[in-house]
Structures are given as structure tokens and as C-alpha cells.
């Protein structure tokens, strides 16, 4: 979407704290209107990539066959974002450099909102068919497992690994205690 690139283009140029709205869209040649179409503000450009990075884990977990046991599953899906990390490795690295350059982001910016991770472990409860919230254990594993991939997240987008960046990625979420 051209509303989102300008909008990433003039963060990157001059940082989020100095860009508006009415800079995104003049330099985007679009109404306000339009753009509170897609973004309620400012903020929501920079939340899209977190939004859509727990939908493709949400997904995965979903689309996993029933009999996988959760620790597998949660295996699997940080795989599968890890691979769209490294895809998309310019882009993080600069969502990463807009956040840490603006005092605002960096504030009120925390990576997985704890919802999330209460969603996730729901998901996987579902899974067995069990009602009533999901228990400790599980919201613990999935908890191990976000922590793993921020650590590899971090560790990646800093050049801190060598070789393989998936199969570093692999190996730290192997670590999940097996069920």
C-alpha cells in the first residue's frame, strides 16, 4: 500500500516524532479521510508489522493438524515467522531504528501485547478441546516460546548470528520443554 511506504519512507528520513499525518498524506497525494481509512493514526503504520507478524503465528497454529503435540506447533509457527523475518529484513531492521529514534515508540512500544500471548494459548488450548481458559502450563509455553523468538529476533536484526539464521532460530526454540 503507497500510504504505508511514504509513511515508512518519511519515518526512516526523518523520524517518527517529526512526521504527521498531513506529511504522510501530502507526500502520499492523499485526503486525511483516506488515510484514517486504513490508519486510525499514526501509530497503527508502525503496529502493522507486529499485527500481521502474531496473525501469520495465529494462522499457523490454526492450520496445524490436531494430533501435533503444542510445543511442535509453537515450533513450527516461530519457524514460519522466522522465515518472514529474514524475508523481510530491511523493513524489520527499520521498524526496529523508527522505534528506538523516537522517544514516543520507544515508551509505549513493547513487541507482542500480553493479550496476544493470552490469544495464542487459547488457540492451543482449543486445540484439545479444553474450555475454561487455557492453564499455567500452557500459557507458560507459549510465553518461553515469544521469549525465544524475541531473543533470535533481536539477536538477527543486530548481526549477532552467524551461519544459518533459521537453524539458530530452530535450535533456540527447540529448547521448549516437550510435553
Same mark, same amino acid.
Given at each position: ?97 523508527? =522505534?528506538?529514534?523516537?522517544?514516543? &515508540? @520507544?515508551?509505549?512500544?513493547? $513487541?507482542? *501485547?500480553?493479550? +496476544?500471548?493470552? /490469544?495464542?494459548? !487459547? ?27 524475541? =531473543?533470535?529476533?533481536?539477536?538477527? &536484526? @543486530?548481526?549477532?548470528?552467524? $551461519?544459518? *539464521?533459521?537453524? +539458530?532460530?530452530? /535450535?533456540?526454540? !527447540? ?5
Amino acid at each position: 500500500m503507497l500510504t504505508a511506504e511514504t509513511a515508512w519512507r518519511l519515518f526512516i528520513e526523518r523520524g517518527y516524532d517529526n512526521v504527521t499525518v498531513a506529511d504522510i498524506c501530502a507526500a502520499a497525494e492523499i485526503a486525511p479521510r483516506t488515510f484514517h481509512r486504513y490508519f486510525p493514526t499514526k501509530n497503527d503504520v508502525i503496529l502493522e508489522p507486529v499485527r500481521f507478524m502474531t496473525t501469520l503465528v495465529s494462522e499457523h497454529v490454526d492450520s496445524s493438524p490436531a494430533d501435533l503435540p503444542d510445543a511442535a506447533v509453537l515450533r513450527s509457527a516461530m519457524h514460519a515467522l522466522g522465515v518472514f523475518v529474514v524475508e523481510h529484513r530491511q523493513w524489520l531492521g527499520a521498524l526496529r531504528t523508527v =522505534i528506538q529514534e523516537s522517544h514516543h &515508540l @520507544r515508551a509505549t512500544h513493547q $513487541g507482542v *501485547p500480553p493479550e +496476544r500471548e493470552q /490469544e495464542l494459548s !487459547a488457540k492451543l488450548a482449543a486445540r484439545h478441546g479444553e474450555s475454561g481458559g487455557p492453564g499455567w502450563r500452557r500459557r507458560l509455553l507459549v510465553a518461553y516460546a515469544v521469549a525465544a523468538f524475541r =531473543i533470535w529476533h533481536d539477536d538477527y &536484526l @543486530r548481526d549477532k548470528i552467524s $551461519g544459518d *539464521p533459521l537453524a +539458530r532460530l530452530d /535450535e533456540m526454540v !527447540a529448547t521448549i520443554e516437550q510435553e
